[in-house]
């Protein structure tokens, strides 16, 4: 007889409508075969008690709908954000809080570098913190001339490069390719804005942050989803190459991966018939730790770069509209041919502009091939008003909102980007759901840290690095925040028959925490411990954070 597993817990919370709390879980063959009492177990007959969690609650496996898994590998390069941070193996890398700190850091990275020609590649870097200045071609030239470098910004849409890359990649004052930002003599500066400029600096030196993804990584990937109670996550702009596909399923297939992956094939990098064959082929290779499904259509950039696209009167501080990925026409083009083919569309929209025109891609498709439920989900959505989220409901979209960015960012977007007002209103959880728009919430990890109890936090709170209460008509309860990290997630994905409850026939993925979210105070969700995952039935312990 197959052997069953009862998990016993101080508290179980099911998001189960039909049964929202209980006291063990039975679980057969990697999937959960009952919820509820002791005695309601027994009928399945002989179980094997395992009460290592009785002090414990259990949550579903939390569902990260946007994050990048590239936030396991990252961290082999030197990291100069502004916060502190620990890597998946609980390690701590300190914040930098000036452009010299950052020069600092780069310094002694560089002197680490095996040779002279190996590039030095950095990350994290958010100079919106810094009262203005910008990493500039001077600085980096300061750390050398004749070695490539190149700074990531925090928000990956902005890249910094020394006067090296420049050479290389044949960028002068006589370049004309959007994104390549001049000062104003007209001399590049070295900072690279989307994908357009930033791809003539990869092409150079390859691409360790989204130009494919290895085996490693995502191996790395698993333990940062163990150390914050996720089961299920999302690579939301994979490239869908040979090694990058066989990477998946190398993950995927070994043994006690904690992780179920669902990359996410980035739709611009290719024709759009090859997009179609290459989703077909990732399908082929799914398996009940990788579920390929999903398409990621990229069209503006990032609020605080400057690269987002808003819709009048623009920028609080008067900063010159953001930047297309894509051309509006051709991303209509493209979310027309994939919703035609029956995909699953993720669309980056940052600004309100952006939103806008995505939303009247989508009511342009469904008019030309009507899909009662598709579920295509605006990602990060960060200034939609209401009368866009009345569009998405009718539409049949869904929302997943970028609400760490309350907290991360929440100050300067309403002192620098937006302005106090349309800050207020900035990742609208409430709006969301009173227009009954199906609701998720994000870390975009790496750009923030992977940690759904913090996001759900941001959502309950709203508030700033300075302790500001930035929108107190957008918080949401601590339900509907735990909703928005498992169950709602789940169904932004298409994966809420198997993930993001606690019923027969799911997934035995769950969340292990010392407290539940529902009865803390609010402020104190993010604070909850978490002691690891159960995923399928195998319990994988948390890092202990160092430093």
Partial sequence: MTKTTVFTAKNIITMNPSRPLATHVAVRDGRILAAGSKEEMAGWGPFELNDDFADKVLTPGFVEGHAHAMEGGIWDYTYVGFQDRWDPDGQRWPG??????????????????????TPLFAWGLDPIYFDGGRVSVTHLDQISTTRPILVLH??????????RILEMAGITADTNVYGVLKDEAGKPTGELMEMAAKYMAYRQTGNPFFGGIRTPSLLSYAKSAVNCGVTTATDLYATFNAESLAAYEEASLTPGYALRLMPAMNTIEQPLDEGLALMKQARAMNNDRLHHRLCKVMTDGSIQGFTARLKWPGYYNGKPNGLWNMDPDQLAELVMHYHKAGMH??????GDEAS????DAIEAAQEAHYRPDHRHTLQHCQMADASQFRRMKKLGCCVNLFANHVHYWGDQHAGITMGPDRAQRMDACATALREGVPLAIHSDAPVTPMAP????????????????????DERISPAAA???ITLGAAYTLRMDHLVGSIEPGKYADFAVLDASPLD??????RDIKIAGTISGGTFHAAATRQG
């Fill in 96 to 117: 930098i809080a000036s452009i010299e700190a950052v020069m600092a850091r780069l310094k002694d990275a560089e002197a680490k570098l095996p040779d002279a020609e």
């Fill in 154 to 163: 925090s928000n990956g849409h902005l890249l910094n490069v020394n006067s």
């Fill in 345 to 350: 569309l993720h669309i980056h929209t940052n």
């Fill in 356 to 359: 806008e025109v995505m939303l």
């Fill in 453 to 472: 109890l913090f996001t759900a936090w941001c959502a309950v709170n709203r508030l700033t690095a300075s302790g500001a209460t930035l929108g107190p």
């Fill in 482 to 484: 735990l909703h928005a």
């Fill in 520 to 525: 803390v105070a609010p402020e104190a969700i």
